[in-house]
C-alpha cells in the first residue's frame, strides 16, 4: 500500500537553527499538507499546499515557517530559527484530487519529532 | 469557525467487548467529511472510518461503525469486538469538501484502553 514518507524521524537541535523536516507523499497526489501536534495535545493544520503554491495556512504557520516542494517528489518544511514551542510531532499528508472517489482523506507519514533545547 | 469537540479524555473496555467514543462538531457548512483517526503509541495517525455528510447511512468498517447525526451535529465511533491492538488514542476529525486543501480540524483526542 502506498506510504507517505517521513525523514528525520527524530531530529534535536538547538534554539535559533534552522530546521528542515522532509516529506514524500504519495506519488499521485496532488494536495500537500503539514500538521503539527505538541506532546499531549491535539493535531493541528498548519499548511496545505497544491499547484506549487500554499493554498491554505493556519495562524501557526508565521514567517518563521516555509514550505517548498523542489523537484517535483519532495515536500519540505523548513523552520528559520526554531524556538522552544517549536518542539512537536510534525506530521505530513497527503492526498488526491478532490474530485476523485478517494478524495478527501488524507494520507499521514509516521511524523518527524522535532525537539528543540 | 469549525470545532470538534471529544469529550471523553479517556475511556476503556473489556475485550471483545462494545465501546462507543463520542464526537460533536460545530459547522455552518452543509457539505463536509467526518473522520475518526486512531494513534497508536508509534504516534502515526492512522484512518479508521469516514463519513460522507450527504449520506444518511452510517459507515461501517469490519469492527467500527459510526452514529452520525446529523441535526445533532453528532459523530461517534463503536467499536465492536474489542481487541488489545484497539488500544490507542482516537481523534475524531472534520473537513469541508469545497475548498482546495481544505484542513482537517482535530478534536483533543480520547485514550482508550482495552483491558485483557
Known amino acids: 500500500e502506498p506510504e507517505v514518507t517521513q525523514t528525520p524521524s527524530h531530529q534535536v537541535t538547538q534554539m535559533g537553527q534552522e530546521v528542515i523536516l522532509r516529506c514524500v507523499p504519495i506519488?499521485?497526489?496532488?494536495?500537500f499538507y503539514w500538521y503539527r501536534q505538541i506532546l499531549g495535545q491535539k493535531v493541528e493544520f498548519l499548511v496545505s499546499f497544491y499547484n506549487n503554491e500554499i493554498s491554505e495556512k493556519s495562524e501557526i504557520f508565521d514567517d518563521q515557517f516555509s514550505v517548498e516542494r523542489p523537484d517535483g517528489s519532495n515536500f519540505t518544511l523548513k523552520i528559520r530559527s526554531t524556538k522552544l514551542e517549536d518542539s512537536a510531532m510534525y506530521f505530513c499528508?497527503?492526498?488526491?484530487?478532490?474530485?476523485?472517489?478517494?478524495?478527501?482523506?488524507?494520507?499521514f507519514g509516521a511524523g518527524s519529532r522535532l525537539t528543540v533545547l | 469557525a469549525q470545532t470538534v469537540t471529544q469529550s471523553q479524555p479517556e475511556m476503556s473496555v473489556q475485550e471483545a467487548e462494545t465501546v462507543t467514543l463520542s464526537c460533536t462538531y460545530d459547522t455552518s457548512e452543509s457539505d463536509y467529511y467526518l473522520f475518526w483517526y486512531k494513534q497508536p503509541p508509534s504516534r502515526q495517525m492512522i484512518l479508521v472510518i469516514r463519513?460522507?455528510?450527504?449520506?444518511?447511512q452510517n459507515a461501517t468498517e469490519n469492527r467500527f461503525s459510526v452514529n452520525f447525526q446529523k441535526a445533532a451535529k453528532s459523530f461517534s465511533l463503536k467499536i465492536s469486538d474489542s481487541q488489545l491492538g484497539d488500544a490507542a488514542m482516537y481523534f475524531c476529525a472534520y473537513r469541508i469538501e469545497e475548498t482546495s486543501g481544505s484542513r482537517l480540524t482535530f478534536g483533543e483526542g480520547t485514550q482508550l484502553t482495552v483491558n485483557p
Open positions: 499528508a497527503s492526498s488526491w484530487d478532490r474530485y476523485y472517489s478517494g478524495a478527501n482523506v488524507l494520507t
Open positions: 506519488s499521485n497526489h496532488l494536495y
Open positions: 463519513q460522507e455528510a450527504y449520506k444518511q
